[in-house]
């Protein structure tokens, strides 16, 4: 007989009726998934999909309607058949429904749950109002100590869940290649800018100080190659070196500026920092702004890498605040990340480099409780108020939550459904960043009511 290849680990969404089971699987599936297919919306058999995130790749089991509790005594027999799925999970995602609140039939899965002995990560839906604050907390009643809070329809936090869930998988990337190296988690770094700023110099440097491990295919992404390595006994992988592994290459049509600008999208989206290099010897242009901006919107860490900077080096004393000043001017909008002079010739300042890129890393994870968080929120509005909103009515921002990491998104109640003058919400992210430490990591804020969503489900 042949043998079968090794079955992924297989992660079982549980939960009663209508906790949002299906609007989870959809999303995890859809979003991230290997394999996108359109799902049958109503169908109640057991549902499989591969899901894959951060290089790991897992089943995702949708139990369905079948699994979960209720008076109807039928409902006894299909929770068994819901039970046998869970026979061969590695990792249960138990739903619960933060809009009801904990309810007795939640106690009953967790109990069921529970009797599984397996790992479980808790998982707070329809987080999207003001129960976010207030009543996600309850559900630590429950006594599970694995927490995601979501909210599966508009996509909130879900990456989150996902790293909380791959952390859970026995042999996921990161252990098992990086055994016996290191356990640290692996941080992914895209090198991008234009041609010729030094991309594949610097990627050559990273790979040539450091014993290059694996040059693989990345999953998702047809032609993204990327290389990892070992840095201080750290997996770093740097993401679709494809287009950049060769050095020297005199590249400077319009067109490939067009898609070095692509590219850089295209490997930012899997980074957790992108390093943004500039030609200091050529002075900042559109398409560094261009491309720093990407990386904004790709959500990961940024440094803003001044490259050649041996060519720079004898020149007058105030030239290294002088070009600073015209990259601040340049990249406006990534004023939040932090600059380095380095050469990607000489290797001057490559190891800096990388200490800037753990710390980044680090910072972008970065998680601050809500208590911290509404003391902040009361002692900045009240040295400075936001301004009125429509109508000259008042505006009040009463309390704030962080409800993802990687980039930290945070959101604030506020009495009425308004948006944040972009001057506010800079002077908030600007008091954030000085608070707490969010070095190089861009921060989401968004405002919602806190009066109680009346929209039905
Ligand atoms: P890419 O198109 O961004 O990948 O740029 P390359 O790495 O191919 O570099 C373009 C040119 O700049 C090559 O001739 C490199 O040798 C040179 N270069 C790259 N980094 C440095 C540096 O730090 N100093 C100097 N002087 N030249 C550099």
């Given at each position: 007989m042949a043998r079968k290849p090794a079955p992924s680990p297989s992660v079982v969404l549980v939960g009663r009726p209508n906790v949002g089971k299906s609007t989870l699987f959809n999303r995890l599936v859809g979003e991230r998934s290997a394999i996108v297919n359109p799902l049958p919306g109503t169908t109640r058999d057991v549902l499989r999909r591969p899901v894959e995130w951060q290089g790991n790749v897992f089943?995702?089991?949708?139990?369905?309607?079948?699994?979960?509790?209720?008076?109807?005594?039928?409902?006894?027999?299909?929770s068994i058949q819901g039970l046998k799925a869970l026979k061969g999970a590695?990792?249960?995602?138990?739903?619960?429904?933060?809009?009801?609140?904990?309810?007795?039939?939640?106690?009953?899965?967790?109990?069921?749950?529970?009797?599984?002995?397996?790992?479980?990560?808790?998982?707070?839906?329809?987080?999207?109002?003001?129960?976010?604050?207030?009543?996600?907390?309850?559900?630590?009643?429950?006594?599970?100590e694995r927490f995601s809070s979501v909210a599966a329809e508009h996509g909130l936090g879900?990456?989150?869940?996902?790293?909380?869930?791959?952390?859970?998988?026995?042999?996921?990337?990161?252990?098992?290649?990086?055994?016996?190296?290191?356990?640290?988690?692996?941080?992914?770094?895209?090198?991008?800018?234009?041609?010729?700023?030094?991309?594949?110099?610097?990627?050559?440097?990273l790979a040539r100080a450091d014993r290059v491990l694996v040059n693989d295919l990345a999953g998702t992404t047809r032609d993204a190659v990327d290389t990892v390595v070992k840095w201080h006994g750290r997996r770093i992988r740097l993401v679709d070196t494809a287009g950049i592994r060769r050095p020297g290459q005199v590249v400077d049509s319009g067109r490939l500026e067009s898609v070095s600008v692509a590219l850089a999208r295209r490997a930012m989206r899997r980074s957790d920092v992108a390093v943004v290099m500039i030609d200091a010897s050529d002075g900042v242009t559109k398409r560094d702004a261009a491309i720093a901006g990407e990386a904004e919107r790709a959500g990961c860490g940024v440094i803003l890498a001044a490259n050649k900077w041996d060519l720079v080096k004898g020149r007058e004393s105030g030239f290294a605040k002088q070009f600073d000043r015209q990259i601040r001017d340049g990249l406006k909008f990534a004023d939040y990340a932090p600059i380095i002079h380095l050469s990607a010739l000489t290797g001057h300042r490559a190891s800096k480099l990388m200490e800037m890129v753990a710390e980044v890393d680090a910072a972008r994870a970065g998680h601050i409780s809500t208590g911290e968080l509404n003391r902040f929120l009361e002692r900045v509005t009240r040295r400075k108020p936001p301004s009125a909103g429509a109508g000259g009515r008042e505006v009040k921002l009463q309390y704030v939550t962080q409800v993802g990491v990687k980039p930290p998104r945070f959101v604030i109640f506020s009495n009425r459904a308004t948006s944040l003058h972009f001057s506010y919400e800079r002077y908030l992210k600007n008091r954030l960043r000085e608070s707490f430490n969010f070095t190089g990591s861009p921060i989401n804020i968004q405002v919602r009511s806190s009066h109680k969503s009346t929209r039905k489900r």
């Open positions: 089943e995702l089991v949708d139990t369905g309607g079948i699994f979960g509790a209720s008076a109807d005594p039928l409902q006894v027999e299909v590695t990792v249960v995602l138990m739903l619960v429904d933060c809009q009801q609140g904990l309810v007795p039939a939640d106690q009953e899965v967790a109990e069921r749950i529970r009797q599984t002995g397996l790992p479980v990560v808790l998982v707070v839906n329809k987080v999207d109002n003001s129960h976010i604050a207030k009543e996600v907390d309850e559900f630590h009643a429950l006594g599970f879900v990456g989150d869940l996902l790293d909380e869930v791959v952390a859970t998988l026995p042999g996921r990337k990161g252990d098992q290649a990086a055994s016996p190296l290191d356990d640290r988690e692996e941080i992914s770094i895209a090198v991008v800018g234009r041609p010729n700023v030094g991309k594949s110099s610097l990627v050559n440097l």
